[in-house]
């Protein structure tokens, strides 16, 4: 079983940047392909950002399409969302997440572990 720990959340002004990490312990971290989600006030956790558990494939929300980037160091356990050229819409509790499925998903639910989250706040 991996717990993951989220950190690097912060408040930023819109147009600004942050990199989030979510450092896995326990299990094969190089087993797990890791996701990151985010949930507003009052809205649904939704899904931003997906690795491969060789990191050579990444997929991505409409939304943060070339703005954000995901990226894994197996040997760090670690994985990480670059966040660039921030909105105040990005403004959310992002979540660390890992699943022991094969191929690619977005869901919710397919995710076995979550971390406990951090906070990004865009001001506008």
């Known amino acids: 079983q991996v717990q993951l720990v989220e950190s690097g959340g912060g408040l930023v002004q819109a147009g600004g940047s942050l990199r989030l990490s979510c450092a896995a312990a326990g299990g094969t971290f190089s087993s797990y392909r890791m996701a990151w989600f985010r949930q507003a006030p009052g809205k649904d956790r939704t899904f931003v950002a997906a690795i491969s558990r060789s990191g050579t494939s990444t997929y991505y929300a409409d939304s943060v399409k070339g703005r954000f980037a995901i990226s894994r160091d197996n040997a760090q356990t670690t994985v990480y969302l670059q966040s660039d050229s921030l909105e105040p819409e990005d403004t959310a509790a992002y979540y660390c997440?890992?699943?022991?499925?094969?191929?690619?998903?977005?869901?919710?639910?397919?995710?076995?572990?979550w971390g406990q989250g951090t906070q990004v706040t865009v001001s506008s």
């Open positions: 997440a890992a699943t022991t499925r094969s191929g690619f998903t977005s869901r919710y639910s397919d995710y076995n572990y």
